[in-house]
């Protein structure tokens, strides 16, 4: 069976424990949602920066991903070696 | 006189009762025509923090599991309630479309990233088109594959961003409780195409109407 699946997994929890969970709300509650009040509390900068900084933990997580793959391949170059097993 | 501080655009009053709000103040709802403003009493406008959202935000979601439709309202939006039911009587009809458009209904979100991975087999762009838009318009098409797959996606919205690698992000509105089969399908897609980060449920923020009336 295919790991990559797992991997989205990993993907999604890496994302969701790091700052992100936090810029999502950020992207929902301050430039989203009806707008009732004139006083726009985030100016354009602040929109960026809110994508800037998402886009630099996105990068970390592709690169996390990348890292993580390589790592299954040297892992298992016979087969049936577990991970994480610690070297004798 | 304090002014009122709306949370959330209702379909309904929320069943057992609307509970507190950011500053621990009793929430109550606000009538207007057919709509239901869930709103809390203050002297000021919060201040933007890390607390002040997510405790507005936890207030959203506990409405949003207490009514069928919500349409949350953006941070620090502290007016008048004459200002405020002047607003949405304005904008009636409106905002009674956008409820009915996310009853029963969820935000998922996704973010793509642009770097590296090129477009499978790109379709003969637009001549019109620059190369970003060109680019935005093949991974779109890519993305369509989620809609086509289990037909969850009900409505889209889509924002591009100039910064990447992240190039858009795509809000999804789902059928309440599709959460899991709609991550599945983007995973299917994603197999493919990679460089997608998937996020919800959220309450429907990216379907809210945002133009003042």
Redesign the interface.
């Known amino acids: 069976m295919s790991r990559r699946p797992l991997t989205r997994d990993e993907a999604r929890a890496i994302f969701a424990t790091t700052d992100s969970s936090l810029l999502e709300v950020i992207d929902n509650l301050l430039t989203k949602g009806v707008v009732l009040s004139g006083d726009v509390v985030l100016g354009i900068g602040g929109v960026d920066l809110i994508y800037a900084r998402l886009s630099v933990l996105l990068c970390a997580v592709d690169r996390l991903l990348e890292v993580q793959d390589e790592m299954r391949k040297d892992s298992r170059p016979q087969g049936g070696h577990p991970q994480g097993r610690p070297r004798q | 006189m304090s002014d009122v501080y ?1 949370y959330a ?1 209702l379909g309904e009053a929320p069943r057992p009762d609307a509970g507190a709000g950011l500053c621990a103040e009793p929430l109550r709802v606000v009538r207007v025509g057919d709509l239901v403003a869930a709103v809390g009493e203050m002297a000021e ?1 919060p201040q ?1 923090s ?1 607390a002040t ?2 405790a ?2 936890a207030v959203v979601r506990r409405l949003a599991g207490a009514v069928d439709a919500i ?9 008048s309630e004459s200002g ?1 039911a002047d ?1 949405l009587t304005a904008r009636g009809r409106e ?1 009674s479309e ?1 409820l009915a458009l996310v009853a029963g209904r969820e935000q998922m ?1 996704l ?1 793509l ?1 642009g770097a590296a991975t090129p477009p499978t087999a790109p379709a003969p762009p637009p001549d019109d088109l620059g190369p970003g838009a060109r680019y935005l318009a093949a991974r779109r098409a890519e993305w369509r594959r989620v809609r086509e797959a289990p037909e969850l996606v009900r409505a889209e919205r889509v924002t591009r ?6 190039i858009a ?1 795509v ?1 999804h509105l789902i059928d309440r409780g599709a959460g899991a089969a709609y ?1 599945t399908a983007v ?1 299917r897609v ?2 493919a195409a990679a ?1 997608v ?3 919800g449920p ?2 429907p ?2 379907f ?5 009336g």
Request: hydrophobic share 50%; no cysteine.
């Open positions: 709306v655009l406008r933007v890390e959202l997510r507005h935000d349409l949350p309202v953006r941070f620090g939006s502290l007016l405020l607003l905002l956008a979100t973010r990233l961003h100039d910064t990447p690698p992240l992000s809000y991550l995973e994603a197999l460089r980060v998937a996020t959220w309450p923020y990216a809210a109407p945002e133009a003042l």
